[in-house]
């Protein structure tokens, strides 16, 4: 099982940048892709980006491509997310989540950060 704890949240104006990340228990980080997702008020939870178990394979959806960037680091058990030039319509709860196959992280992953919040401010 993996316990996946989310931070680097805020309220950042419009066209700034945020980092935000997700660290993971257990020592099979490395076996799982990584997702991040978001929901924003009254909508329903959206795919951002995933990345495969090495890294090497990546996938944005194409609302936030060019803009955002997903990465890991299996040493630390940690997958990141750098946002830029964020806009309003970014304000939403972030969702890291995890899975054994790549291929299912981005619709139905077997595990769920409990989010963190992000603001853009116009």
């Known amino acids: 099982q993996v316990q996946l704890v989310e931070s680097g949240g805020g309220l950042v104006q419009a066209g700034g940048s945020l980092r935000l990340s997700c660290a993971a228990s257990?020592?099979?980080?490395?076996?799982?892709?990584m997702g991040w997702f978001r929901q924003a008020p009254g909508k329903e939870r959206e795919f951002v980006a995933d990345?495969?178990?090495?890294?090497?394979?990546?996938h944005y959806a194409d609302s936030v491509k060019g803009r955002f960037t997903i990465s890991r680091d299996n040493a630390k058990n940690t997958v990141y997310r750098q946002m830029n030039s964020l806009q309003a319509e970014d304000t939403s709860v972030y969702y890291c989540?995890?899975?054994?196959?790549?291929?299912?992280?981005?619709?139905?992953?077997?595990?769920w950060g409990q989010g963190t919040q992000v603001t853009v401010s116009s």
């Open positions: 989540a995890a899975d054994r196959r790549y291929g299912e992280v981005r619709s139905t992953p077997d595990y």
């Open positions: 257990g020592r099979t980080f490395s076996s799982y892709s």
């Open positions: 990345i495969s178990q090495t890294g090497a394979i990546t």
